[in-house]
């Protein structure tokens, strides 16, 4: 358990309209991590963060962003919620200074309507 | 870029039978490399991972992962598969840089008959 907690777990929204998740930490990692799982796409980084307000695009960032206020949250952002962005979310982070593993929380299922 | 393939994407093996999930990755680097499994409406949870040496790591639940540079593979293996197994099992890698970016393979969905 890397002390990871995503909120809420499930949501339901119309297109068009913001979202906003979060993820929390309890453990004071520096790395933060945002994907979303797909069918057939496997897990893929939407938005990492390598500190309070440091934060970097990944490879499907269009249409998402990203805050990062306090170490122990990092928020992700649908400005205006699309069909495509229908999906699981799953926040990880880094275990630690010179670790390259990541851990998982237990995900988000989102429908955009 | 570095990508990851895992060319299976459903396995049904009988319970007591043995296990072995593919994976190839290309990555220019000496890779990190990682199996997690999902089971269903669950995060993801590690298995095992190599970072360097021993090219054959074990891992929880019984599960090994040998390394094999020349062919660029990191297959998952178990000698006896339980029912408890039948999940969805994902392989990884690490991209270069601080940030530790995971590239991952699309899954394998492992299916296991009683």
């Known amino acids: 358990d890397a002390g990871i907690t995503q909120s809420p777990r499930h949501k339901v929204t119309e297109t068009g309209t913001p979202v906003t998740l979060r993820c929390h930490q309890t453990e004071n990692h520096r790395y933060m991590y945002w994907y979303r799982q797909d069918p057939g796409h496997g897990l893929r980084l939407i938005h990492y963060?390598?500190?309070?307000?440091?934060?970097d695009k990944g490879e499907v960032s269009d249409g998402y962003s990203v805050s990062r206020s306090k170490t122990e949250d990092f928020l992700l952002t649908l400005e205006s919620a699309t069909s495509s962005q229908t999906s699981v979310y799953f926040c990880a982070i880094k275990g630690g200074e010179g670790q390259e593993t990541q851990y998982f929380g237990p995900g988000t299922r989102l429908l955009v309507l | 870029a570095q990508s990851v393939t895992q060319p299976d994407i459903h396995i049904t093996v009988s319970e007591g039978a043995s296990l072995e999930l593919r994976c190839n990755y290309s990555?220019?680097?000496?890779?990190?490399l990682f199996w997690y499994v999902q089971s269903p409406g669950q995060g993801l949870q590690l298995l095992l991972k190599?970072?360097?040496?021993?090219?054959l790591v074990q891992g929880i639940k019984g599960f090994e992962a040998e390394f094999k540079r020349s062919q660029s593979s990191f297959n998952l293996r178990k000698p006896s598969v339980h029912w408890s197994d039948a999940a969805e099992y994902f392989c990884a890698v690490v991209s270069g840089g601080t940030a530790s970016k995971l590239t991952f393979g699309t899954g394998t969905r492992l299916q296991v008959t009683l």
């Open positions: 963060s390598y500190g309070v307000k440091d934060t």
């Open positions: 990555y220019g680097a000496t890779p990190y």
């Open positions: 190599y970072f360097s040496g021993d090219t």
